[in-house]
């Protein structure tokens, strides 16, 4: 009886605090929805939450004994950071070839400091919507819209 309560103690704490973290882990406006909406409509419900608290429990919990130790939760956090190298190396190598390619506007198979200064002044310029010489945020996350559609265009 004593270990059923202080395990749902335990439970209760995890899944408060994985509530606080989730809803404080709100991506900027404009990022790819919210960790654990479940249905996609960029918000949480209280359900969301205990379900992917849950989720991320019994990931957590590798040996199934009701319980995650400081190990457990260290290989975790390892597997969690690994997968997101991953998707980042294949994310730029996608890109990779294409970037360079446009860097590289004579062709010559080399980026010159010249080369890349164009390109940025040319990225700004194309984002300074007014063109008083400045980026607020909103023009900022306009170009990077502009930039995704562009290319979801190609």
Excluded: C, H, W
Aim: aromatic letters at 2%; charged letters at 35%.
């Amino acid at each position: 009886m004593i270990k059923q309560s202080i395990l749902a103690l335990m439970s209760l704490g995890l899944v408060s605090a994985a509530a606080i973290s989730v809803a404080s882990a709100q991506p900027p406006a404009g990022a790819r929805g919210l960790p654990g909406d479940a249905d996609g409509d960029g918000t949480l419900t209280k359900e969301e939450v205990v379900a992917d608290a849950g989720a991320r429990f019994n990931k957590m919990d590798a040996n199934t004994d009701g319980y995650v130790t400081e190990e457990e939760a260290k290989a975790a956090r390892e597997a969690r950071v690994a997968e997101a190298e991953g998707r980042r190396r294949k994310m730029m190598e996608k890109r990779g070839g294409k970037s360079f390619e446009r860097l590289d506007t004579d062709g010559d198979a080399r980026v010159t400091k010249v080369e890349m200064v164009a390109s940025a002044e040319a990225r700004f310029d194309r984002a300074d919507a007014n063109a008083d010489g400045t980026l607020t945020k909103d023009e900022m996350r306009a170009a990077a819209r502009a930039r995704r559609d562009a290319k979801k265009e190609e």
